[in-house]
């Protein structure tokens, strides 16, 4: 038997695509076993599928059909984000043409740990996240894997800026990674703002820059998890400046608004933070992942700054070769700035634009659809595309109980949140191809698992 075929140099074409015949067939085939947008039969049966499908994981001879077997049973096990009722969480449908993309870095494998194993990767990534930077108001961004690294690697920024003491301030609406970033780098437990309405409160953010010493990292959110929220940025930059605080604003999710010129309005006041999270594989269409963290002031990068002879000696940083080890805490970083770099060129400023003006106007289409139903409450109008609503007079067990059928029968993929002391079902519109109908279909199954259970 000869040496396995390879996916890159001068044979890496031909030896792909017979392959990627095989991978299209499976994708086909474990769709079409699906049949909808989650596997019926909940964790156990899905299990037992995968199980079977499996076998033995390392078998003393190789089996040549294992690619199309076990990507059959992936896909048909898999909660599908482009089926129109797959709509529970910030997992997006990627672009045909990103993952495109993907394939081709896959491929070729660069590391962006040193320009020797990736040079024209660094010199992509050099000029797109400073474009995506200028986006924000800031002057440089970091690639991450998504919002939880990016808030991380701010609230490191800003501890080696101003020392172990640093108290991080955040909404009660905050993602959970703020708080856990905290623990993470050993900083004072932070402080959470209350969040009326689910939006941080610039008062009581004002009265906990007053009382509890700093110095401080405030981090505001646009576009929370279980609403899609927006705070008051500019109220709260004002606070901030007034207390000499630093900010950091978490638009993991709400960022992409700026390519929209209807609702980058929206995030007035995202120009005032020291550091952005971004995330374009949620309201951005791309595989995961697809993070960066904008950057207002280059120097903050000095504390990334780490020396290992082998990746940046002094002699190649000073003939020229990019130091890379200060862009990232992370050493192999795979160039995750290829797929978005195309997708941006691709589709220009108006396609991107439109795609999130549709998902926006999706939202506002079901929180009407589900007002204007006497058998369901809407928590409030959507800010970008993630609508809350629940069973009207239902009590949280219903809900719960309702959500788990649709899941266990494969009909549709909702997400759960509590707000306002009650568990709401969430609909996270991201699927550009989503129409009206989808969503009177998506209301109605919701309908019919509450016939399962008798407790209103």
Same mark, same amino acid.
């Given at each position: ?12 074409? #031909?030896?792909?695509? &017979? ?20 596997? @019926?039969?909940?964790?156990?049966? =899905? ?11 390392? &078998? #003393? ?35 045909? =043409? $990103? ?10 494998? /660069? ?7 990736? /040079?024209? %990767?660094?010199?992509?990534? $050099? ?60 900083? /004072?437990?932070?402080? %959470?703002? /209350? +969040? ?22 405030? =981090? ?5 998890? #279980? ?6 940025? *500019? ?6 400046? +007034? ?29 005032? !933070? #020291? ?14 992942? !697809? ?6 002031? *280059?120097?903050?990068?000095? $504390? ?30 795979? *160039?995750?700035?290829?797929?978005i770099a195309v997708t941006l060129r691709t589709l220009g400023r108006s396609g991107l634009g439109a795609l999130v003006d549709h998902v926006c106007a999706l939202a506002q289409d079901f929180a009407t659809l589900v007002d204007t139903h006497p058998r369901f409450e809407l928590?409030?109008? *959507?800010?970008i595309s993630t609508v809350l609503f629940r069973p009207a007079h239902a009590t949280d067990t219903t809900v719960a109980a309702a959500r788990r059928t649709l899941l266990t029968t494969g009909t549709a993929v909702l997400g759960r949140a509590r707000t306002d002391g009650r ?8 699927? &550009? ?7 009177? @279909? ?6 019919? !698992? ?7």
């Amino acid at each position: 038997m000869g040496q396995p075929p390879l996916a890159s140099g001068p044979h890496g074409p #031909d030896t792909l695509r &017979p392959l990627l015949d095989t991978v299209l067939d499976a994708l086909r085939t474990g769709t079409a076993a699906r049949g909808g947008p989650l596997p @019926t039969g909940g964790p156990d049966t =899905v299990t037992a599928r995968i199980t079977a499908a499996a076998g033995h994981i390392l &078998p #003393d001879h190789g089996d040549p059909d294992a690619l199309h077997t076990l990507v059959t049973a992936l896909v048909e096990g898999a909660a599908d984000p482009a089926h129109p009722h797959c709509a529970a969480h910030l997992h997006g449908p990627p672009l045909a =043409v $990103a993952t495109a993309a993907d394939l081709a870095a896959s491929a070729l494998n /660069p590391s962006l740990d040193s320009w020797d194993q990736a /040079p024209a %990767a660094t010199a992509l990534e $050099a000029l797109v996240t400073r474009a995506l930077a200028r986006e924000t108001g800031a002057t440089d961004a970091l690639v991450t894997t998504g919002g939880t690294e990016s808030n991380q690697l701010a609230a490191l920024l800003a501890r080696e800026r101003h020392g172990a003491g640093l108290r991080i301030v955040h909404g009660a609406n905050a993602h959970h990674s703020v708080p856990r970033a905290a623990w993470l780098l050993g900083l /004072p437990d932070p402080v %959470a703002v /209350p +969040a009326p309405a689910g939006a941080l409160d610039p008062a009581a953010l004002d009265e906990a820059l007053t009382h509890i010493p700093g110095p401080h990292l405030v =981090v505001a959110t646009a576009g929370t998890t #279980d609403t899609g929220t927006i705070d008051p940025l *500019p109220d709260i930059a004002a606070r901030c400046t +007034a207390h000499r605080a630093r900010l950091h604003i978490d638009a993991a999710y709400g960022g992409a608004l700026l390519f929209s010129e209807r609702h980058r309005t929206k995030l007035t006041g995202l120009e005032a !933070a #020291d550091t952005t999270a971004l995330d374009l594989h949620k309201l951005g269409w791309q595989p995961i992942a !697809a993070g960066l963290l904008t950057i207002k002031n *280059p120097d903050d990068l000095t $504390a990334l700054h780490h020396h290992a002879d082998y990746l940046n000696a002094d002699d190649d940083t000073d003939a020229g070769l990019p130091d890379l080890l200060g862009r990232s805490p992370r050493t192999s970083r795979r *160039p995750d700035i290829l797929k978005i770099a195309v997708t941006l060129r691709t589709l220009g400023r108006s396609g991107l634009g439109a795609l999130v003006d549709h998902v926006c106007a999706l939202a506002q289409d079901f929180a009407t659809l589900v007002d204007t139903h006497p058998r369901f409450e809407l928590h409030a109008p *959507p800010t970008i595309s993630t609508v809350l609503f629940r069973p009207a007079h239902a009590t949280d067990t219903t809900v719960a109980a309702a959500r788990r059928t649709l899941l266990t029968t494969g009909t549709a993929v909702l997400g759960r949140a509590r707000t306002d002391g009650r568990l709401w079902l969430k609909a996270t519109l991201l699927n &550009p191809h989503t129409r009206p109908d989808d969503l009177t @279909t998506l209301l109605t199954h919701v309908e019919n !698992a509450l016939e399962g259970h008798t407790e209103r």
